[in-house]
């Protein structure tokens, strides 16, 4: 029996891990974005508000797929989605490489969005649907993990190509890190054909044996009471997109209070600026006195503190719980990012500005404490909670909707922050503060704990 369980353990996290890798096409694209983004200004002589927005496309179209990907998962299974995901995400990089200038760009990193905002949607909800409710904390938090991986690996590349080819100064360099992006695109699509249909949606569609198969491989026990139980907690929807999105309605400004809850937990994900640090660290240590290869090494560093911190929050979050560790997130964040922001106060725009050794080091130290402070909370159980917090009969669709807010969020930040961080780097870090403040306010009121919860008691 020991030797059973050992092995159904074993499996489902093979299965997990390979679903997750559609968060490492969002973690290794947003690093080769950090090394790339001061050599394509250069390239193209672009102005901080249009590279903003040129930069951050590839979110808008993550925005559209997030949003497209849980209806029609609902109708051709998740597997499929994570497929086509891996496959848009591939040929988008290649496009990226071949760019001509900031238009065509700007269309490939669509296309790559709409890879990744796919997979990032179904990677979440099939690693929620698939684990036992013992380990879906930890295995949810590979979605994070993966990400926060690709950005190290990303990062590293970047480093690697920066200090052989002279990145930082040779315009056309940065093309090798997009055409580079290609292949963990190829390997995710040839993986997502590996791994079995979620059971929910087997259920779903009638095909209770394969679903029977699944829960046996997985879960053990009684795996016809599990059928009946995800039949029952199915009804109502599930098949058709029109009877899902009447289940999202509700007396709160038209939706049910618990996509509210996911809705605003995917936007203040974002809305406290980490991912700026990820697209934009380096320029921003640049700006700051840094040399170019300073800066890069510097993000480098702070990539792999992000993924170090994501591991200790994968051993945390089913002895901890959910919510105590989005607190302790906010608090920490709240408190780093007051801490840049005075840093940084003497920045104003068109005035070169060098920190001295004391300020320098203040930075340094308050901006990956805020790295840490996310990783372990925000960055890992925001993931986790969606893929869990909603009721079966909606939970591609309400997923869907939760991750779309969340990639409009990520663009929101990430298209203004070169403009507003030419008003002076004090003004931008002073906003990520008070919405880590208001996190905080958001999640003492509004999130409650799921863990250990079966899927079908949310």
Not at 8 to 26: I, M
Not at 359 to 372: D, H, M, Q, S, T
Request: glycine letters at 12%; charged letters at 15%; hydrophobic letters at 55%.
């Amino acid at each position: 029996m020991v030797m059973q369980m050992s092995r159904a353990v074993q499996d489902v996290v093979r299965v997990s891990a390979a679903a997750a890798l559609g968060g490492f096409l969002f973690g290794y694209d947003t690093g080769v974005v950090n090394g790339s983004v001061p050599a394509i200004s250069r390239a193209f002589a672009i102005h901080p508000g249009t590279l903003g927005f040129v930069i951050a496309a590839a979110l808008l179209g993550a925005a559209v797929g997030a949003w497209f990907a849980g209806p029609f998962a609902d109708r051709v299974g998740r597997r499929r989605v994570m497929l086509l995901g891996g496959l848009l995400f591939a040929v988008g990089s290649i496009g990226a490489a071949l760019a001509l200038g900031p238009l065509t760009l700007t269309y490939w990193r669509v296309i790559q969005g709409l890879g990744f905002g796919a997979t990032s949607v179904m990677a979440a909800a099939y690693i929620a649907e698939i684990a036992p409710a013992h380990l879906r904390g930890r295995l949810g938090t590979m979605m994070q993990l993966a990400i926060v991986a690709g950005i190290a690996l990303s990062l590293l590349i970047s480093l690697v190509i920066s200090e052989a080819a002279g990145l930082p100064h040779n315009p056309g360099r940065w093309r090798w890190l997009y055409a580079f992006e290609a292949i963990p695109g190829l390997v995710f699509a040839y993986l997502s054909t590996r791994i079995p249909e979620s059971p929910r949606y087997l259920v779903e569609q009638g095909r209770d044996n394969e679903a029977r198969a699944v829960l046996d491989r997985f879960e053990g026990g009684d795996v016809d009471a599990r059928v009946e139980q995800i039949r029952r907690s199915s009804q109502g929807g599930g098949d058709r997109v029109s009877d899902d999105v009447r289940e999202l309605r509700g007396p709160r400004l038209g939706l049910q209070p618990v996509i509210w809850v996911g809705i605003l937990l995917a936007a203040f994900q974002q809305l406290v600026g980490i991912n700026v640090v990820f697209y934009y660290s380096t320029t921003v240590w640049e700006t700051v006195g840094f040399r170019p290869g300073q800066a890069l090494f510097t993000s480098f560093i702070t990539g792999l503190l992000n993924l170090a911190a994501t591991v200790v929050a994968v051993l945390l979050i089913d002895r901890v719980g959910r919510r105590p560790l989005l607190l302790a997130g906010s608090t920490g964040m709240a408190v780093t990012l007051l801490v840049l922001a005075l840093t940084f106060r003497g920045h104003v725009e068109g005035q070169p500005t060098r920190l001295g050794p004391v300020a320098g080091g203040i930075a340094l130290i308050a901006f990956n404490l805020f790295v840490v402070s996310f990783a372990v909370s925000w960055g890992p159980v925001m993931w986790v909670l969606l893929g869990e917090m909603f009721p079966n009969r909606i939970r591609a669709i309400a997923l869907a909707v939760a991750t779309g807010v969340n990639w409009v969020a990520n663009w929101l930040i990430s298209a203004t922050f070169p403009a507003l961080a030419s008003a002076g780097l004090p003004v931008a870090y002073g906003i990520f503060t008070a919405f880590a403040i208001l996190s905080l306010l958001f999640v003492l009121r509004s999130v409650r704990e799921t863990r250990g919860l079966q899927l079908e008691q949310m």
